[in-house]
């Protein structure tokens, strides 16, 4: 533990900005690895696909979106169970665990050889990455106060965009080394891929600190400062009525815990439609307008459109910490996507389709970030953990249902168009929460407005 200096002893305001700086570059960019890492393993199937993996195991494009969604059957059955775990074991052990756990199952898809094999091994990836995303937000949450979450979160997501910006490329190198130990290029890259996770898991071990008392690279200052801001945080919504949100049995009840999760099913349909089928429709635009690309310049157009979405996420959600986050902050990009996706499949161009699938991207990670930062407002506890974990759990059934639909629509009808427009009612749905969510909001505070304003007791 470090020794308080004598400014931060005399000034709140700097010994607050100390903390959150040291909080911000000690935990938010290992984490932001760590998430990295977890969502490059987890769409790693699809720039194998398009890349010999459907033609050497002989998929067609429902059983390769029935092996892209059945990693979160698995996923779903533990995410509640793993997040309880979490919060009684701590975070340090029970992250770097399910990072190793999912690190070698990854590595055993450099030999997949059958479809049976792959959807056995997608499963297990699911089991084993259970936990990972919602333990990883309460460990965040439960390290900042509510006015910094946003800002934390957000940094904390920009890791998701930047996972294909740099990935996609990293994975088409990868898949360029054809020939490597003997292996075909997909192969290549699902190893390369794999061994990053065993790695980060086991310094994860030694790296993190389970809450800020344990932290020995905060002073006792700011130790103490970070400690007592969550505890009157957490006194403060008991204090407010929500102390029956403390509980876990109160989250799995809760109307606004169920919205929540519909509202994130939406998004997350329009994330994994794009993230699993985008290296394939990429990969159709030689057919479709007589254009031709190696495996590395289709890794850099599949980048392309999560480039700007990261600076998107960044400007709308410091925006948002500026204002306090909004329902609305979530339901315009909501509304934006819906628009949007269906529209580039009638573009005209290469170029103009990416454009259009940018203005997606960029729509649904803005909405990502800030829609986390709703849920944390009403739970706190064990209540946090399964609520959090429930919200995921439900919003990630659309990580089975979105490439097994579109997957099943693409055999079906010849092409995306139908999926497409699929993807737009899933998000057009998570517009129409958020803003119903808006209306609810501002509804009940003139209500309990007008309830102090006739209380004799408030004069």
Not at 301 to 310: E, K
Request: net charge positive; hydrophobic share 55%.
């Amino acid at each position: 533990m470090q020794t308080a200096t004598h400014a931060e002893k005399a000034s709140p305001g700097a010994l607050e900005r100390s903390t959150i700086r040291k909080v911000s570059l000690r935990l938010v960019p290992f984490v932001a690895l760590m998430f990295f890492i977890n969502f490059l393993d987890r769409t790693a199937i699809s720039f194998a696909g398009p890349n010999g993996m459907t033609k050497d195991l002989g998929l067609d494009a429902a059983q390769f979106g029935f092996a892209a969604g059945v990693f979160f059957i698995g996923y779903i059955f533990l995410e509640v169970p793993s997040n309880l775990a979490l919060h009684k074991f701590g975070a340090r052990r029970w992250l770097a665990r399910i990072m190793v756990t999912w690190g070698i199952v990854a590595l055993l898809f450099t030999w997949v050889s059958s479809v049976p094999g792959l959807y056995g091994l997608r499963f297990a990836l699911g089991v084993a990455e259970a936990g990972f995303f919602p333990g990883a937000i309460l460990f965040l949450s439960m390290w900042v106060p509510q006015r910094h979450r946003n800002h934390i979160l957000a940094l904390f997501y920009l890791a998701q965009p930047l996972t294909i910006v740099i990935g996609a490329p990293f994975a088409a190198l990868l898949i360029e080394a054809h020939g490597l130990f003997g292996l075909a290029g997909w192969r290549v890259m699902f190893l390369g891929v794999a061994v990053p996770a065993i790695l980060v898991g086991i310094v994860a071990w030694f790296y993190l600190s389970d809450r800020p008392s344990q932290a020995r690279w905060l002073t006792s200052a700011e130790q103490a400062w970070l400690t007592a801001e969550l505890e009157a945080e957490q006194r403060q919504r008991e204090t407010n009525g929500t102390r029956h949100r403390h509980h876990a049995g109160a989250a799995l009840t809760s109307g606004r815990v169920w919205m929540f999760s519909l509202m994130y099913f939406g998004l997350v349909y329009g994330l994994y439609a794009l993230a699993f089928f985008l290296p394939t429709i990429i990969g159709g635009f030689e057919t479709q307008f007589g254009s031709h690309f190696n495996v590395f310049q289709k890794g850099l157009i599949t980048a392309i459109p999560y480039l700007p979405a990261a600076i998107v996420l960044f400007l709308w959600s410091r925006n948002a910490t500026k204002h306090g986050v909004r329902a609305w902050h979530i339901g315009i990009p909501a509304l934006v996507g819906a628009l949007s996706i269906p529209l580039a499949l009638y573009m005209k161009s290469p170029s103009t389709s990416v454009a259009v699938i940018t203005i997606t991207a960029c729509a649904i990670f803005s909405a990502l970030p800030n829609f986390w930062a709703l849920p944390a407002r009403f739970l706190s506890g064990a209540a946090a953990a399964a609520g959090i974990a429930l919200i995921n759990t439900v919003g990630n059934l659309a990580g089975f249902v979105a490439p097994y639909v579109t997957g099943a629509l693409k055999d079906a009808t010849g092409s995306y168009h139908a999926p497409m427009f699929v993807v737009g009612a899933f998000m057009l749905l998570s517009a129409v929460l958020a803003f119903a969510f808006c209306s609810e909001r501002r509804t009940r505070a003139q209500d309990e407005h007008a309830a102090v304003a006739l209380d004799p007791r408030a004069s």
